[in-house]
């Protein structure tokens, strides 16, 4: 398996590791990984690894077999050998805007209380689709909430919970055609707010930031009719 370092630390930028195999297709596998795999509607993450003098730039980081997180190098670099130490060298600016677009979506499933039919994320804007009738009227009134949430400075933890415990408490699942990853024995949470002052709490297993003041302001974009009951809410920074 590859230890999951984004998960504990998504602010860890850089940092050695181990080749432990290289796939037929050349996907690099390391021991453990700073760069977030594709999944949940956010992007895998790029940047580059360094080694013996060279350095090669990662394109996009992929779930593998079992637990591992499969690097894929840009076309015609040389992949290191099994048993290479390598430094992992992320591309912070774009992964930091994931992290902010990713809390942001978390808020505006709070100021649109509705199921969540889809989503996805990217540097620049991110977007919510929700099982709404009919789509709000007032985009200024939801980028209000949102950027009201936003400035309140709440801490974002995670914790863990069993299967069990998610089975016994399924109003935690927000999405309505993704459900969260089981099987392992436990589920990660992520709250939004202290436990006394709880804004949200839900399943993900994608980065975020500490505190949404850092998310920064939001503005609503285009609200579309993608169905008869599916509205997609799309956001953006406010200054792009």
């Not at 690894?49 to 992929?62: C, M, W, Y």
Request: hydrophobic fraction near 40%; charge should be negative; proline fraction near 6%.
């Amino acid at each position: 398996m590859t230890e999951p370092l984004f998960r504990d630390d998504a602010y860890l930028t850089e940092c050695d590791a181990t080749v432990v195999a290289v796939n037929d297709r050349g996907g690099i596998i390391l021991d453990r990984s700073i760069f977030y795999p594709t999944g949940g509607g956010q992007p895998g993450d790029i940047g580059s690894l360094r080694f013996d003098g060279s350095e090669i730039g990662i394109v996009t980081a992929v779930k593998g077999e079992g637990d591992e997180i499969v690097l894929l190098a840009a076309e015609g670099a040389i992949t290191p050998p099994v048993g290479a130490t390598v430094t992992q060298i992320l591309d912070w600016p774009q992964r930091f805007r994931h992290m902010k677009i990713h809390s942001a979506l978390h808020l505006l499933s709070v100021v649109l209380p509705f199921p969540v039919t889809g989503g996805q994320i990217s540097a620049d804007k991110g977007r919510l689709d929700f099982d709404m009738p009919e789509a709000p009227e007032d985009k200024e009134a939801i980028a209000e909430a949102l950027n009201a949430l936003i400035t309140r400075d709440l801490e974002i933890t995670q914790s863990w919970i069993t299967d069990a415990e998610l089975e016994a408490n399924p109003g935690l699942v927000k999405t309505m055609a993704v459900k969260p990853p089981m099987g392992s024995g436990h589920v990660r949470l992520v709250r939004i707010g202290t436990e006394k002052e709880q804004v949200d709490l839900q399943p993900c297993g994608g980065t975020h930031v500490r505190r949404t003041s850092e998310i920064g302001p939001m503005r609503i974009g285009k609200i579309e009719k993608k169905s008869r009951l599916n509205r997609r809410v799309n956001i953006h920074f406010l200054d792009e």
